[in-house]
Structure formats: structure tokens, C-alpha cells
């Protein structure tokens, strides 16, 4: 074959992967594979492919060949650094991203995924510097840039997330991500000049959907902070109607799910041991997002025998990996389970939250979303803790409404949603509480905010924690917070956030008036 034609039909292919069509891509790929073998630029497109497609035991594969046929392939061993970083093997992973550096000292891609991997597993200092290290080679790569800022803004340091975040806008204008991180830090006046620039770039900038979004949620911020809430209120309303377009989708798996797990734990007694044979504890910190569980989990976390693993998807995705069919919790995977599947599994949970930490024995998992896995908590880690976040539902569901997350939440973005699936938490949460009564902690906001001395006492007491004064001081620790709560965990126990939706009860009347009817 022609070398022009052949470059041209490569350059093609990577047109089509870097537009996202990563089928098409994988398919014209392995065919003209066949006709050039070992052609590593087509092996490594065809492991991209498969990683972009979630068949990471293929892209590993692609990637392992690539080195098996050229051992100083620095792109492939960064590549399957990824995989190992994407499949939760984090040593595999570093030890990949190592092998290149060590090949190409200034290999900027090796380095910051480094940072990023020492950023997952907390280690905040170690990311810092290998993202220094990364921009001392090139200080216009937007995107380490942006990394720092996340570290940065993760342990309060605001001042330098936001230095940062400049920084990616001085570099690309239209990175709407560090205007929406710049948004979070930031209490804005009548004068400040980063609302005016959001402005403008609506004006003037040609923004794709996602761009907008987030110009939408970090103006809405502002004028929030201005006390303009018929502004705040229309950018708000703009954001969540692109989210919930692009989104498209029901929750009627979500809720069948919800269904079969109180139907399951209706039929089956769960006896819960006493002394479970494993040192290792975990207390699960749970409810709706937006709730109080960074705060709660902040708090416990500055314990000295404690350590904050933030919020993790690890349990979620075991549960999906072992108990799922079609999308759909299969409640006859949960009959089926016996004594040496629910070590495996819990081994598997427990060797991955020891990654964060070999020393501790007391850990933190704060994704609100494990409200759903209460009972198969409770089988799966008898003696783990279970601390229920609760706040007033209107200030709940305004919260929810004014952020945008990860796609875990898609229920947030629109009024119908928001109340469906308020409504069916509750419900289940009822039942879980009817089921495990004396296992679950209520831990309410407006009760913490209020009392936080006594409540606080009541909460480590329920994990069997001594009281420490530095829980008091929880938002001066330095552990990272990698959710939007991030700034308001940082700050000391305020109540300003109380009652905050009568600011907005006109606009989001049809909610708060089925919230009042349940």
C-alpha cells in the first residue's frame, strides 16, 4: 500500500477518534490492522477504542502487545497505566507510568497522570508535585494547570486553586470548566470582573452545550451572591434544561431496583453478627447529595483513628458486578449468596478502601448514593456503621437543583425528577430504618448546625469514637474534599444556608408545594 495513502487513511481514523467515534474507529481499524500487522499506531488506536468503550481487559491487551513489541513505547505504557488506574490496580498503574518517565524524563502525559493517580488515592502532597514537575516542562498545558487547581481548591487552599484556574484561562478562554471551579471560590460584588467576563463569553464565544452549562450554573452563583434571585434563578433554570436534554433519560431501572430491595428484605431476616472477624471497620456516610455528608464526613474524619476516604463508587460498582442483570438489581443473585461470596466480596471492598491508607483500621465512605445498598450493607460488612444525612427537603432539593454533578445524579436537573426521586428515597429509607432501626444514625444538618458540640459528641459516640476537640476544628484538616461542598466544608459552622429556599419559593413553587403534600 501507497505510504501516502496509508498516512492518510490513518490521519482519517484519528479524525474519527478524536470526534468521539470510537466504534467506527475500532472497526476500520482492526480491518486495516490486517493489512499492515504490528502497525503500533493502529494497535494503539484500536486499544484507545476499547478503552473509550469500557473493555478495558482489550486495551490492556492492545497496549501489553504494543510493549511486547517495542519495550520503549512510552505512549503504551502511559495507556496502561490508565487501564490500571481505570480497573482500581493503582500500583500496576504507577508502576506503568514510572517505566515511561524513566524512558522520557519530561514525558509530561506520564507525570500528570502520576499526579492524578496520587490525587485519587488522597495523597495531595505527591500530586502537587508532580504536576510542578509537569508544568516546569511546559507551562502552557492548560490542562495540568487545571489539575493543580482541583488539588488546590480540594484542600482549601483558594487563593492558589484560583491562581491556577486564571491561569487555564489565560491559556484557553473557552475552558468554561475553570470558570465553573473559579465560580465555587469565589464571593462575588457588583464589581467583580470574572461575572463580567462569563458574560461576555455568552455573547461572543461559539460554546457547545456542556460549555454552557457550566457559564449557566457559575452566573446563576453570582448573582445569587448578589441577592438577585430572579437572575440567579433564569441562569439556573437555563443549565438545567441543557443537562436534562442531554441527558434524556428515566430512572424506572432506578426505582425498579429500589423495589426489589424492599421486596427481597421484606421476605429475608438479616441476621447481623456482633463480632465480625475483621479489623477493619467502615462507616458509611449516606442520603441525598447536597445533604450534609461532606460535613458529617469532615467531622468524623478529623478523628485521629479515622481515615476520609471521600466518596467513593467502588461499592456501587461491586454491587452492579455481582448482583445485577439488565440494569436491574436481580434479587435472585442475593438468594444465591453464601459465606464464601460475601468474604470474597468483602475482601474485594476491603483490600481496595486499604489502598488509601495501610495504617488505619477506621474508614469513611461518603457517596450518598449507598443509601440504595443499606442491606446489602449490612450483609456484606455487618459491623460497619451507617450514618443517614438528613436536611429540610426543600432546602435539599433547591441545593440539588443549583449544581451540576456527574452523571451518578442525573436526577437533579429537572422539578419532576427531583421530586420522583425524593419521593422514592424516602420511601425506602423509611423502610430501611423499619428494617435496621437501631443500626442507622440520623445525622441532621440543621441539628449540627445548631448544637454541633453536643451533636457532635452523639455522632462519634454512635461509631465508637472517644470525642476529640479537633472535631470541633474539622475544616482546618488539610484532607482533600473532591465535591462541590469542597469551600463549605472548609468553613466553620454557619447557618446561612438555612431556610436559603425562600429566596427562590416563587420560582420553584410547583416542587415545594408536592414537597409540603408527602
Not at 99 to 115: C, V
Not at 149 to 166: A, H, N, R
Not at 247 to 263: A, G, H, M, P
Not at 464 to 477: H, P, R, V, W
Request: charge should be positive; glycine fraction near 2%.
Amino acid at each position: 500500500m501507497d505510504k501516502e495513502i496509508i498516512k492518510n487513511k490513518l490521519q482519517a481514523l484519528l479524525n474519527h477518534y478524536n470526534n468521539g467515534n470510537f466504534e467506527y474507529t475500532l472497526r476500520e481499524s482492526e480491518i486495516l490492522l490486517k493489512k499492515l500487522p504490528n502497525n503500533i499506531f493502529l494497535i494503539n488506536l484500536i486499544g484507545s477504542c476499547y478503552q473509550n468503550l469500557g473493555n478495558l481487559k482489550m486495551a490492556a491487551d492492545a497496549f501489553v502487545y504494543i510493549i511486547n513489541l517495542d519495550n520503549k513505547n512510552i505512549a503504551a505504557y502511559n495507556n496502561l497505566g490508565n487501564v490500571f488506574k481505570a480497573l482500581k490496580k493503582f500500583e500496576e498503574a504507577k508502576e506503568n507510568y514510572l517505566k515511561a518517565i524513566k524512558i522520557k524524563p519530561d514525558f509530561i502525559n506520564a507525570i500528570t497522570n502520576l499526579g492524578n493517580l496520587y490525587f485519587e488515592l488522597n495523597d495531595y502532597q505527591k500530586a502537587i508535585e508532580n504536576y510542578l514537575a509537569a508544568i516546569k516542562i511546559d507551562d502552557q498545558n492548560a490542562l495540568t494547570h487545571y489539575n493543580l487547581g482541583l488539588v488546590y481548591q480540594s484542600i482549601g487552599e483558594f487563593e492558589k486553586s484560583k491562581k491556577q484556574f486564571e491561569k487555564v484561562l489565560k491559556i484557553n478562554p473557552a475552558n468554561t470548566n475553570a470558570d465553573k471551579m473559579i465560580s465555587r471560590s469565589t464571593k462575588y460584588t457588583k464589581d467583580n470582573s470574572h461575572m463580567k467576563s462569563m458574560e461576555e463569553k455568552l455573547k461572543k464565544l461559539d460554546l457547545n452545550d456542556v460549555q454552557k452549562i457550566n457559564l449557566y450554573f457559575s452566573i446563576s452563583k453570582a448573582y445569587e451572591d448578589l441577592k438577585n434571585f430572579e437572575n440567579s434563578f433564569k441562569f439556573l433554570k437555563l443549565g438545567n434544561d441543557i443537562k436534562k436534554k442531554i441527558i434524556n433519560r428515566d430512572f424506572k431501572n432506578e426505582y425498579k431496583t429500589f423495589s426489589n430491595l424492599k421486596v427481597f428484605f421484606k421476605k429475608n431476616k438479616i441476621e447481623i453478627p456482633k463480632n465480625e472477624n475483621n479489623a477493619k471497620k467502615v462507616i458509611f456516610i449516606v442520603g441525598l447529595p447536597r445533604s450534609g455528608t461532606s460535613l458529617v464526613e469532615q467531622i468524623i474524619s478529623t478523628h485521629s483513628k479515622v481515615y476520609g476516604c471521600g466518596e467513593l463508587d467502588y461499592l456501587n460498582k461491586l454491587i452492579r458486578s455481582y448482583f445485577y442483570t439488565d440494569n436491574i438489581l436481580d434479587t435472585s443473585k442475593l438468594n444465591n449468596l453464601d459465606n464464601n461470596m460475601i468474604n470474597k466480596i468483602r475482601n474485594e471492598y476491603l483490600n481496595f478502601v486499604e489502598k488509601f491508607d495501610q495504617n488505619s483500621l477506621i474508614f469513611t465512605d461518603k457517596a450518598p448514593l449507598n443509601f440504595a445498598w443499606i442491606g446489602i450493607i449490612k450483609i456484606l460488612l455487618p459491623n460497619s456503621k451507617i450514618i443517614h444525612c438528613s436536611r429540610n427537603p426543600k432546602d435539599n432539593i433547591l441545593s440539588l437543583y443549583k449544581n451540576d454533578f456527574d452523571d451518578r445524579l442525573n436526577f437533579a436537573y429537572d422539578f419532576d425528577d427531583l421530586f420522583t426521586f425524593y419521593k422514592e428515597y424516602l420511601e425506602l429509607m423509611k423502610f430501611w430504618k423499619t428494617k435496621f432501626f437501631n443500626e442507622i444514625y440520623e445525622a441532621n444538618y440543621e441539628k449540627i448546625l445548631d448544637n454541633s458540640e453536643n451533636e457532635i459528641k452523639k455522632l462519634l459516640n454512635f461509631c465508637d469514637l472517644n470525642f476529640e476537640i479537633e472535631c470541633l476544628n474539622f475544616y482546618k484538616t488539610k484532607r482533600p474534599i473532591k465535591t462541590v461542598s469542597s469551600t463549605q466544608a472548609r468553613q466553620p459552622i454557619y447557618k446561612s444556608s438555612l431556610s436559603s429556599y425562600q429566596n427562590y419559593e416563587k420560582y420553584m413553587k410547583e416542587v415545594f408545594d408536592k414537597l409540603d403534600r408527602l
